[in-house]
């Protein structure tokens, strides 16, 4: 119609009526002919943006939905039978890492979104870990303490960590959860977060993610949490060092803190003997 | 009007009101794949994209860096509007009537380099301050870039006499 109108007006205005209706007719030939090319390019374009909006859905929604859905257990369960000390020790269940007959051992009541135990976990662990706990010193043991209420993925990493363990990679995702704290903390859900990690640490991520998205070792972290309370365990990283009988609660969680410790249980072992 | 002047707004107007113009087409489908990038980088911000699949860089780092967000909007989000409009904008300008609007290429013109100029800055802290690389955020450099120079076929239109 553009092309039509502009034609007349060209006709009028050089005054050829001949060469004019000549060159309209040829102009809303072509016109057809442009317009028949114009639908050809739209159906083309449609099959496109077709194609990537399939494509990319795809893409998107299975990212998404493979990640979203699963009931994953990240509150505290009811354990039957804690109220009973030697159910709670029994059911309890610290992660250990170490000589079981090194003189020392030091005890973390930890919580894996808390940035004090990220901290801990990345620079003093590996201290206690090159120089008491491979020279035999001293056994190191772990202890879930979720402090579920202001940290809402701290439970489901809990949970997370006794997943690797299932796979002997407990210490790797421990390590990772902390290293990476700082990302998954901040996510709406942390279930995609754990799945990647545990295949970075060498996990299969099938298995690690059926096991995170249910609730199995919700019952040793819920005890776990039980016992932290029952020793009024304050805050985390709360770190105690037993040894001769004798156990201590550190108040500087460093490695000089528990070296001091260890050598204040010493004194007393020494001077009690 | 001259003849000289007639003639070539008739084949430009025949042209462009028949055929849709191809550079909108491009947008269009360049600003729908932007979509999805932005899309997945969206989803992981809040928690539902899982894991991001980045095999090259450290998206990680870039994710959770300061950059990530203006305010408390991810740059994802930013993206996920700026082209979500550019298609809107670009599908708008290829249907018969609008082809050859000015208004609409204005707009793609100036929103593709807006967008560019963003992802520019944000290519920098990437280099520069984060040291650190998003695949997902190259491509989208690399896609609104594409957009800009398609938006600078739209510079005739602007100057042409119609509207």
């Not at chain 2, 009007?1 to 269009?28: C, F, K, L």
Request: net charge negative; glycine share 10%; proline share 4%.
């Amino acid at each position: 119609m553009t092309a039509a109108f502009f034609g007349a007006a060209c006709t009028n205005t050089i005054g050829a009526p001949l060469a004019a209706h000549r060159g309209v007719n040829v102009s809303r030939a072509e016109d057809r002919k442009k317009a028949r090319e114009g639908g050809s390019d739209m159906t083309k374009f449609y099959l496109i943006l077709g194609v990537i909006a399939v494509v990319g859905i795809g893409a998107v929604g299975y990212s998404v939905g493979s990640n979203t859905f699963g009931t994953a257990a990240s509150e505290p369960v009811e354990v039957p039978g804690l109220d009973d000390q030697a159910t709670l020790v029994a059911m309890a269940q610290g992660v250990k890492k170490g000589d079981e007959d090194a003189p020392f051992t030091i005890i973390e009541f930890g919580d894996y979104q808390c940035p004090g135990c990220g901290e801990f976990g990345l620079s003093v662990e590996p201290q206690i870990d090159l120089l008491l706990v491979q020279t035999g010193r001293a056994q190191f043991i772990y202890y879930d303490f979720p402090l579920t209420q202001v940290h809402p993925h701290a439970f489901l990493a809990a949970r997370a960590t006794r997943c690797a363990q299932d796979g002997d990679k407990y210490w790797e995702y421990h390590t990772m959860l902390f290293r990476n704290q700082s990302s998954w903390s901040v996510q709406q859900s942390a279930i995609g977060a754990f799945v990647g990690y545990a295949e970075d640490v060498g996990l299969e991520g099938d298995a690690f993610e059926s096991c995170l998205k249910s609730d199995e070792h919700a019952d040793v972290v819920s005890a776990n949490m039980r016992l932290g309370y029952e020793l009024a365990v304050p805050s985390t990283p709360t770190i105690m060092v037993q040894g001769f009988g004798q156990l201590r609660r550190l108040r500087n969680n460093s490695y000089q803190g528990i070296e001091e410790a260890m050598a204040a249980i010493e004194a007393a072992a020494a001077a009690g003997n | 009007m001259t003849e000289d002047s007639i003639y070539p707004v008739d084949d430009m107007g025949s042209a462009a009101s028949a055929t849709p113009p191809m550079n909108r087409m491009v947008i269009a489908a360049l600003a729908l794949v932007g979509i999805f990038v932005a899309l997945y980088l969206f989803a992981h911000n809040l928690g539902l994209g899982g894991p991001m699949v980045c095999g090259v860089g450290d998206c990680a780092a870039v994710q959770s860096s300061i950059y990530a967000k203006v305010g408390p909007v991810p740059v994802s989000a930013i993206g996920l509007v700026g082209y979500i409009a550019l298609l809107v904008l670009s599908f708008m300008g290829i249907q018969p009537g609008r082809r050859d609007s000015r208004a609409i290429g204005g707009l793609l013109l100036a929103g593709a380099f807006g967008g560019t100029v963003f992802s520019a800055y944000l290519t920098y802290l990437e280099a520069a301050v984060i040291h650190a690389w998003c695949q997902y955020c190259v491509i989208s450099a690399i896609l609104i870039t594409l957009i800009f120079f398609a938006a600078l076929a739209e510079v005739p239109r602007l100057r042409g006499n119609r509207s």
